[in-house]
T-cell receptor
Framework: KAGVTQTPRYLIKTRGQQVTLSCSPI?????VSWYQQTPGQGLQFLFE???????NKGNFPGRFSGRQFSNSRSEMNVSTLELGDSALYLC?????????????FGEGSRLTVL | EDQVTQSPEALRLQEGESSSLNCSYT??????LFWYRQDPGKGPEFLFT???AGEEKEKERLKATLTKKESFLHITAPKPEDSATYLC??????????????FGQGTELSVKP
């Protein structure tokens, strides 16, 4: 069974640009969460989508947005990039039953903003 | 404010030297406490879920315990392959918080042969 797949794995952008990251969850998983990981702040929750609807949102500015498609694939977008947006962006999916916090993470997309 | 604090930040052990990692938490209505392992360049990998004080879970050389204010991850006779960053996370109460976890900063464990 394939795991959570994130693309691209690495990317470099400059300040002011925008970026779109993609996540394909494990087959059958309908919930997708996004996290930002930095050395200073650790793992921080961005948002969660379930059945194409945003269910939860973390404490990030509106420049961070996401969406989910009918096949459960998800994308997140960051507009007007800032140097501080450099981070590892992790996507996670979870089983459709129960309200479990057992997440299955992808390997992440490492974003560098110059 | 919901918060998770892990200690120590880093831990260096000799192979076979048992120790414990600590996770202290402050959360409004704990729904679950989770331990994850993260290897360099990889996403976190789920290890355990604990729901109530007194609960214990074991997996190979790892044993997780939970009290009302903290959790411990005990590592018995560790091997070099146990080297990783161990992350603790909590799921707070109130509505459907499924995928929203609050993570600690992690403990970087290094086990030398």
């Amino acid at each position: 069974k394939a795991g959570v797949t994130q693309t691209p794995r690495y990317l470099i952008k400059t300040r002011g640009q925008q970026v779109t990251l993609s996540c394909s969850p494990i087959s059958g998983h309908r919930s997708v969460s996004w996290y930002q990981q930095t050395p200073g702040q650790g793992l921080q929750f961005l948002f969660e989508y379930f059945s194409e609807t945003q269910r939860n949102k973390g404490n990030f500015p509106g420049r961070f947005s996401g969406r989910q498609f009918s096949n459960s694939r998800s994308e997140m977008n960051v507009s007007t990039l800032e140097l501080g947006d450099s981070a590892l962006y992790l996507c996670a999916s979870r089983r459709p039953t129960g309200n479990t916090g057992e997440l299955f993470f992808g390997e992440g997309s490492r974003l560098t903003v110059l | 404010e919901d918060q998770v604090t892990q200690s120590p930040e880093a831990l260096r052990l000799q192979e076979g030297e048992s120790s414990s990692l600590n996770c202290s938490y402050t959360v409004s209505g704990l729904r679950g406490l989770f331990w994850y392992r993260q290897d360099p360049g990889k996403g976190p990998e789920f290890l355990f879920t604990l729901y109530s004080a007194g609960e214990e879970k074991e997996k190979e050389r790892l044993k997780a315990t939970l009290t009302k204010k903290e959790s411990f991850l005990h590592i018995t006779a560790p091997k070099p392959e146990d080297s990783a960053t161990y992350l603790c996370a909590v799921q707070a109460g109130g509505g459907n918080q499924g995928g929203k976890l609050i993570f600690g900063q992690g403990t970087e464990l290094s086990v030398k042969p």
